[in-house]
């Protein structure tokens, strides 16, 4: 008597893990040019720094935005995704994301605006609502894509809290990064004191290092395809850009980089800390992405008797 294993995959039968293939390198675009626009835009407006609030809508809207039309092929179709906001995520952040740029863009507006009489002035009951509504949809920008991924329980490497919440700090630590180079090349200025960034960049790094490593035990411990995952990432396929990429590279690096440049101050080492984060931040959501994995549906164990007896 001999038997066999097998398990459902689409129209075809078989009994090992199967990776998502639709996200790849234009969603894992998409999902860093966003977290990091809208960061810098967060981070900007807390600041008064107009320029870095500028850029971040830029980055938003043309990076984050053209590469979601790139991937879905028929972009007049846009409209579908935004029909659904009382049962789907994709919905939701695609009003939130026209609410950012109308909002981001009339609080740009008031920010670079030189007549204090304008109705988009800060100092105005309207100026203030705009500079609020644009600065929270900015922040749901942040933990947005997060929110899409841990969603649907399909995948349990994404199914976890722990996701919308490295989005969240990842963003901030983007934004962080760009601004403080912005600063430092001389682009723009602040409305306040910015001493506060550099340690904010340290500690952000730190704890995104934390949360990371906290992510990945909670993984290891989860559904047999959370696990299968974590070694994808750790030693499987995606160790490179994982480990190499997002852990050495975008954490340790852009930490001894941020040290570097803090002792010296010298301009070079910040260039290198930019460099390395946002190659850490890109990697990160391209390294998830790929490594999500189906559990099998349940073997079916099917006996078949030998043809001899």
């Not at 038997?3 to 999902?31: N, P």
Request: hydrophobic share 60%; glycine share 8%.
């Amino acid at each position: 008597m001999k038997r066999k294993s097998l398990a459902l995959s689409g129209e075809e039968l078989t009994d090992s893990f199967r990776s998502q293939k639709e996200w790849a390198w234009l969603i894992a675009f998409a999902f860093f040019s966003g977290e990091v626009g809208a960061g810098l835009f967060f981070l900007s407006m807390l600041y008064g720094h107009a320029m870095g609030a500028a850029i971040g809508l830029a980055i938003v809207a043309v990076c984050k935005n053209g590469a979601h039309l790139l991937y879905l092929g028929k972009p007049l179709r846009f409209w579908r995704a935004v029909a659904h906001p009382q049962s789907s995520w994709i919905s939701r952040g695609l009003i939130a994301l026209g609410v950012f740029m109308v909002f981001g863009f009339l609080a740009v507006l008031s920010q670079f605006s030189a007549t204090s009489w304008t109705i988009f002035a800060t100092d105005t009951l309207v100026g203030r609502t705009i500079w609020l509504v644009a600065v929270l949809s900015a922040l749901i920008l942040m933990i947005y894509d997060g929110l899409v991924m841990a969603y649907p329980p399909s995948i349990a490497l994404w199914h976890t809290p722990f996701v919308p919440v490295l989005c969240l700090t990842y963003s901030l630590l983007g934004g962080a990064t760009v601004l403080l180079f912005l600063v430092h090349l001389g682009l723009g200025t602040a409305s306040v004191d910015m001493h506060s960034l550099a340690p904010m960049e340290l500690a952000l790094i730190i704890a995104n290092l934390l949360l990371l490593l906290a992510y990945l035990v909670t993984r290891l411990r989860a559904r047999a395809a959370a696990r299968e995952a974590v070694l994808l990432l750790s030693k499987g396929r995606y160790a490179l850009p994982f480990v190499g990429g997002v852990i050495v590279v975008g954490l340790l690096g852009t930490l001894v980089f941020s040290l570097f440049f803090s002792l010296t101050h010298l301009f070079f080492f910040l260039y290198l800390v930019a460099a390395a984060e946002l190659i850490g931040d890109f990697l990160l959501r391209f390294s998830l992405l790929k490594a999500g994995v189906f559990s099998p549906v349940l073997p079916l164990s099917i006996k078949r008797r030998d043809a001899s007896i």
